[in-house]
């Protein structure tokens, strides 16, 4: 018995994006899914009442931030995740394997597992997949994640077939590791770089495992969107239809609309947090860049097309003002926006796969945000 059920409610007859529901220990969300990025247990500036004030279905917690500050133990006595920052919605947290590469300053990466230093104290740490899996087991989230290696791009077909075969070796040891698989469950995570023999080997190898999902990792790490798109299209037909997908690191507007076609469904990106918080907010006619002089008495609010708090609260100017001020609910205000905008995104991506015109729905977004 897994610890979560994928319901497939409909499949999009224009594209290969399908309509879903995942029931979990802590309720049901509907894909495809975006789900804002709380790395330290908070996503940054909102409160869980305005998260679901947002209609934020999931969220997603870092592993390896947690483990440094404040630790799995102290989380643990508090109840666990859910209880410590009072979310009682879904929530997945990651491994720490790919932070440890990008934010760690790792040492070296073994059989065994990784060694790295502390990005807060320069402190020497290890992970392994059993560690990985044991400070996730304490953590509690209702999704976790296997310990790969997301592959750095380029590289060379012989060291992403290595790393492939380890990254399989690892799984397996997650799945041994794991203390609660009817309440946890584990997904595992595709690799292969931008080979497709490689991503078509990952898949068969972790298909074997049969995983309650599966997460198409070492992607959006710097290749071109062909790039992307094409190393989809060769792996997401090989996973079960009654199984989750999830992209990890995706992304911007285009890419979680194309992902979708693509039968992704489900998607995390820090971009909606970290452009708000240097004053860049989301709008249905494209990036804005709000701190420009440009909006210093535009009386607007972001996006007249948004329901958000922000925009139906304030203007340009006076978010611009607080941005260039520093003041906190500059910062709060734009996030708050451009969770609202991604999470708004995907409800039109579910909403086009409903009355299949999800491609039709797609050409008028990239037109009136300005893509190609
Ligand atoms: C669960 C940790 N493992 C794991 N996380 C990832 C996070 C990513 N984030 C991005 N772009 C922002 N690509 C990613 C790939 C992986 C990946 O291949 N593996
Ligand atoms: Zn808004």
Redesign the pocket.
């Known amino acids: 018995m897994s610890a979560i059920r994928y319901e497939l409610i409909k499949k999009c007859k224009q594209t290969g994006a399908r309509l879903g529901r995942v029931y979990t220990p802590h309720g049901y969300f509907d894909t495809p899914a975006f789900m804002p990025v709380g790395t330290q247990a908070t996503v940054k500036g909102m409160s869980p009442d305005e998260l679901k004030s947002i209609e934020a279905g999931i969220i997603l917690s870092n592993t390896y931030h947690l483990h440094i500050r404040p630790g799995e133990d102290i989380i643990k006595e508090a109840g666990g995740l859910h209880k410590f920052m009072n979310w009682d919605r879904p929530i997945l947290t990651?491994?720490?394997?790919?932070q440890v590469f990008s934010l760690g300053d790792f040492r070296k990466i073994e059989e065994e597992g990784v060694t790295f230093k502390s990005h807060v104290d320069g402190s020497k740490k290890f992970l392994s997949p059993e560690s990985a899996i044991k400070i996730q087991n304490k953590l509690g989230a209702d999704i976790i994640?296997a310990f790969?290696e997301?592959i750095p791009y380029p590289a060379e077909f012989h060291y992403v077939k290595k790393s492939v075969e380890r990254t399989t070796r690892w799984a397996k040891r997650c799945i041994k590791a794991h203390e609660n698989p009817e309440t946890q469950a584990l997904f595992g995570?595709v690799?292969g770089g931008m080979y497709k023999e490689l991503r078509r080997q990952s898949a068969y190898e972790l298909l074997e495992l049969d995983f309650p999902g599966y997460a198409i990792?070492?992607?959006?790490?710097g290749e071109p969107a062909e790039e992307m798109y094409e190393m989809l299209e060769c792996t997401v037909p090989l996973l079960p239809e009654d199984k989750p997908r999830y992209l990890?690191?995706?992304g911007s507007p285009d890419y979680l609309v194309e992902g979708a076609i693509r039968g992704i469904d489900m998607f995390d990106?820090v971009l909606p947090t970290r452009i708000g918080r240097n004053g860049t907010v989301l709008t249905s006619r494209g990036r804005m860049i709000i701190r420009d002089a440009l909006y210093a008495r535009d009386q607007s609010p972001i996006d007249p097309d948004c329901d958000c708090y922000a925009c139906k609260n304030f203007t340009r100017s006076y978010i611009r003002h607080l941005i260039k001020a520093k003041e906190v609910l500059g910062i709060r205000l734009t996030t708050w926006h451009n969770l609202r905008f991604l999470l708004n995104l995907m409800k039109n991506v579910r909403e086009a796969i409903k009355e299949d015109r999800l491609l039709d729905f797609r050409n008028e977004f990239f037109k009136n945000f300005g893509y190609n």
């Open positions: 990651d491994s720490g394997g790919f994640m790969d997301c995570i690799q990792g070492g992607l959006s790490v990890m690191g995706v990106c």
